[in-house]
T-cell receptor, first 117, second 112 residues
């Protein structure tokens, strides 16, 4: 158990809908990262939050947004869903927000499998 | 953007055999990580490497951070059925070291 908790584990929805994925980081970790994993693209970095503020953006679509709350949990909001958004969404956390060393190691949750029908 | 070339894409081996997989990059990485992902689960960290030339072991697993900082390999010795899964290399580069770039993964199948 990595200590990173993601809910729900599975989500089935229809095109055009909006969903929210939730992540609780490991105790003490300040950074949360979101990744999308699809068969053809592999693991793609979406966005990072550090202590409540956006730190870095990757390949995140404008229809997607995220936030990190004062208790450090994070939510990833996906709207106007398309068939191609079906994927595994992973959250990871690390102690710090960057730099070298073990405190920047990212630990992953078990993921949310999103199916858009 | 950054890209990691991981090979092989898949491997089919017999229990007890040794396995080797590697990752290369066209640019320098500051940290190399190896993760394993089981079906329906998230990637689990196996080994982290922080210095060029570093060789680190974790049980039957050994990984090295290449001298050029552009490659890394992972060896698994005396494979067992529970080694089955997808192995990913990942690395960080640049000044902030926050962004992990992942390889496409190596699917390992171990025949008992």
């Amino acid at each position: 158990d990595s200590g990173v908790t993601q809910t729900p584990k599975h989500l089935i929805t229809a095109t055009g809908q909006r969903v929210t994925l939730r992540c609780s980081p490991r105790s003490g970790d300040l950074s949360v990262y979101w990744y999308q994993q699809s068969l053809d693209q592999g693991l793609q970095f979406l966005i990072q939050y550090y202590n409540g503020e956006e730190r870095a953006k990757g390949n995140i679509l404008e229809r997607f947004s995220a936030q990190q709350f004062p208790d450090l949990h994070s939510e990833l909001n996906l709207s106007s869903l398309e068939l191609g958004d079906s994927a595994l969404y992973f959250c990871a956390s690390s102690a710090t927000g960057g730099g070298f060393g073990a405190k920047n190691i990212q630990y992953f949750g078990a993921g949310t499998r999103l199916s858009v029908l | 953007g950054q890209q990691l070339n991981q090979s092989p894409q898949s491997m089919f081996i017999q229990e007890g055999e040794d396995v080797s997989m590697n990752c290369t990059s066209s640019s320098i990485f500051n940290t190399w990580l190896w993760y394993k992902q089981d079906p329906g689960e998230g990637p689990v960290l196996l080994i982290a490497l922080y210095k060029a030339g570093e060789l680190t072991s974790n049980g039957r697993l050994t990984a090295q951070f290449g001298i050029t900082r552009k490659d890394s390999f992972l060896n698994i010795s005396a494979s067992i059925p529970s080694d089955v899964g997808i192995y990913f290399c990942a690395g960080t580069s640049g000044g902030s070291n926050y962004k992990l770039t992942f390889g496409k993964g190596t699917l390992l199948t171990v025949n008992p």
